[in-house]
């Protein structure tokens, strides 16, 4: 029996366009594909070995003969292609009504509210990258300190403050007030605290970011796994995610490296459930950067880190390597893709060289993690246990 699963999500690492996506204003989007072109090829060996380069739609990498993993995609259903989406439904849920989004900004009687409410004006409220917004409006900042607002084709309400204008417990509340403001008919899902530090033309944003999501509409099957008394160990942003619903514990992290620390970590470890990581250089600093150099050698940082992973599994436990949206660094603006994901499974109780095909839901994971320990399947998702084991 399988006594643990450790869910890792590489952030954004989507593989090829869904047949919805055009309807998404996504047209010939492949995250890893078009990168590797991009970048005129990657080196992957490891992510290879166990079966990446086997998934249908995997493009700019050769096949294994043998591979050790079993290996598959999976389309969403849900109606979206944002972070929260992509998780939820990683975790058995089908989001049939998507988030609102602002893509014009925030209306004028939110932001008056707003501004009521934490004492400030602000400056922003457009949509715009993260790097760029604070890099065009950093210095007002400092000499107003008034935070700096904006959005994207998320649905995300974002403030970006300087740490030494507006400390960042003080960030961290005004976060805190936009929460308790964006609910019911203008509700988002989510606040995002960007804490940058530096001068002007020399802004970097800070590893204190925090995610303040909405909760999950029903459960999910990390809140299955946590009353049958499992473990549920949250690494990296999947906390705020699912607003702590269904964790015991949780760590964050600062980047794609200190998350494969965190989590070999967690894996020496004596305990019994659910080890939900999310890496997320990928997509914050190179999807959303539209970098795919940075995203290449991100990739392949993460490859050289993958044998110690595995190297730290038990003869009872499992890796599943997957994604929750795509962020092709070589589109046009700046948010994600509509994409599928990747899906590799190994585990010494693994069969080597499965092919799992292409699933119809992100949640078809949540129904085999459940087959796997033993729980309570989800609504959605159809297990693939039986094909791996």
Same mark, same amino acid.
């Given at each position: ?12 690492? +989507? ?11 996504? %047209? ?28 249908? &739609?995997?493009?700019? *990498?050769?096949? #294994? $003969? ?11 259903? =849900? ?6 989406? +992509? ?41 715009? =990258? ?6 065009? /409006? &950093? ?12 959005? #994207? ?16 417990? $003080? ?12 609910? &019911? ?13 530096? =001068? ?12 303040? #999501? ?21 690494? +990296? ?14 760590? !964050? ?7 494969? @620390?965190?989590?070999?970590?967690? /894996? ?11 890496? *997320? @250089? ?5 999807? !959303? ?9 991100? /990739?392949?940082?993460? @490859? ?6 595995? $190297? %730290? ?62 729980? $309570? ?5 159809? #297990? ?6």
């Amino acid at each position: 029996m399988i006594q643990r699963v450790n869910i890792l999500v590489l952030d954004s690492v +989507g593989i090829g366009e869904l047949p919805d996506s055009p309807a998404f204003g996504d %047209n010939g989007v492949n995250t890893f594909g078009n990168l590797v072109k991009a970048c005129g090829g990657i080196h992957i060996p490891n992510l290879l070995k166990l079966g990446f380069g086997n998934i249908e &739609g995997v493009e700019g *990498v050769e096949a #294994s $003969e043998s591979p050790l993993g079993a290996y598959g995609r999976a389309a969403e259903i =849900s109606n979206g292609k944002d972070t929260t989406t +992509g998780h939820w439904e990683i975790a058995g849920l089908h989001i049939e009504q998507p988030f609102q989004t602002y893509p014009d900004g925030f209306p004028k009687f939110i932001m008056d509210a707003f501004e009521e409410k934490i004492g400030r004006k602000t400056l922003g409220n457009i949509p715009a =990258s993260g790097t760029e917004i604070i890099e065009r /409006l &950093g210095e007002e900042h400092m000499q107003t300190g008034s935070p700096i607002i904006y959005t #994207s084709a998320d649905s995300v309400f974002q403030i970006a403050a300087h740490e030494e204008i507006i400390p960042i417990d $003080e960030l961290y509340r005004i976060c805190e007030i936009a929460r308790e403001m964006l609910v &019911g008919e203008v509700q988002v899902a989510r606040v995002i605290a960007r804490p940058f530090t530096g =001068s002007p033309g020399k802004f970097e944003r800070t590893s204190n970011r925090r995610d303040y #999501s909405v909760s999950p509409f029903a459960p999910t099957l990390l809140d299955t796994a946590k009353d049958k008394g499992l473990d549920v160990i949250a690494v +990296g942003k999947i906390e705020d995610i699912f607003n702590g619903q269904g964790i015991t514990e949780a760590v !964050h992290t600062k980047d794609n490296m200190d998350g494969v @620390d965190q989590t070999i970590a967690y /894996l020496k470890k004596e305990n019994r459930g659910i080890i939900f990581t999310n890496l *997320v @250089d990928f997509d914050a600093k190179y999807g !959303h950067r539209r970098d795919p150099e940075g995203y290449r050698l991100a /990739l392949e940082a993460f @490859d050289q880190r993958l044998p110690e992973l595995l $190297e %730290n599994l038990g003869e009872d436990d499992i890796i599943i390597l997957t994604a929750d949206h795509g962020n092709d660094p070589t589109y046009m603006g700046t948010d994600h893709t509509r994409e599928y994901i990747p899906i590799v499974v190994y585990g010494k109780k693994v069969k080597q060289n499965v092919n799992i095909g292409t699933r119809s839901s992100f949640a078809d994971i949540a129904a085999t993690v459940a087959d796997l320990l033993d729980l $309570e399947k989800p609504a959605v998702g159809v #297990s693939f246990k039986d094909l791996i084991i």
